[in-house]
């Protein structure tokens, strides 16, 4: 959807397979700076995901639904592409750790090459969550380890079914 007159919109994308409080975070933080935000869940991301998009899509829906000025679709193609089809002035990213700059910044310098009018915010992960990941909420939920205070309490149902873990 285009932004309204004076709307600034951005885009949050990622994998969000699953989405953890990490992105959370950072996706609260974005619901702040900007008039509206569009988590974008990346159909192709180069990963085998253990969640399918719709179920990506879901929980990330599910973890926003307390921000009113928060929506969420998938996207396949260019991150670029899909910010100019909402009227994003700019795409959202979460940094972590020191590891993580290097990738992202290679990305934001391809997509500022791509579409200079969607720049890169980046926003520092908290540090309560400095270490989380997707990956490692997957490894500790494949094992059936407490992950309930990593994730939303329906992407914990959704990885403890996905793994055979229904108890508490």
Same mark, same amino acid.
């Given at each position: 959807?285009?932004?309204?007159?004076?709307?600034?919109?951005?885009?949050?994308?990622?994998?969000?397979?699953?989405?953890?409080?990490?992105? $959370?975070?950072?996706?609260?933080?974005?619901?702040?700076?900007?008039? @509206?935000?569009?988590?974008?869940?990346?159909?192709?991301?180069?990963?085998?995901?253990?969640? #399918?998009?719709?179920?990506?899509?879901?929980?990330?829906?599910?973890?926003?639904?307390?921000?009113?000025n928060v929506e969420v679709d998938e996207f396949d193609g260019l991150v670029v592409e899909h910010? @100019?089809?909402?009227?994003?002035?700019? $795409?959202? =990213?979460?940094?972590?750790?020191?590891?993580?700059?290097?990738?992202?910044?290679?990305?934001?310098?391809?997509? @500022?090459?791509?579409?200079?009018?969607?720049?890169?915010?980046?926003?520092?992960?908290?540090?309560?969550?400095?270490? $989380?990941? #997707? #990956?490692?909420? =997957?490894?500790?939920?494949?094992?059936?380890?407490?992950?309930?205070?990593?994730?939303?309490?329906?992407?914990?149902?959704?990885?403890?079914a996905k793994f055979g873990h229904t108890g508490a």
């Amino acid at each position: 959807m285009p932004p309204g007159p004076g709307e600034r919109v951005a885009v949050c994308p990622g994998t969000f397979d699953p989405i953890t409080y990490g992105h $959370l975070d950072v996706i609260e933080r974005a619901a702040r700076l900007f008039d @509206r935000v569009v988590v974008s869940v990346a159909v192709q991301s180069g990963k085998q995901p253990l969640f #399918s998009v719709e179920e990506r899509v879901a929980l990330a829906r599910s973890a926003c639904e307390h921000l009113a000025n928060v929506e969420v679709d998938e996207f396949d193609g260019l991150v670029v592409e899909h910010a @100019r089809r909402h009227g994003a002035c700019a $795409l959202v =990213k979460g940094l972590r750790v020191v590891s993580d700059f290097e990738r992202e910044m290679q990305m934001a310098l391809m997509n @500022r090459a791509l579409a200079e009018e969607v720049p890169t915010l980046f926003l520092m992960s908290h540090a309560d969550h400095a270490f $989380l990941s #997707s #990956s490692l909420v =997957k490894e500790v939920g494949s094992v059936g380890g407490d992950i309930s205070r990593f994730v939303p309490p329906a992407v914990e149902q959704a990885l403890r079914a996905k793994f055979g873990h229904t108890g508490a």
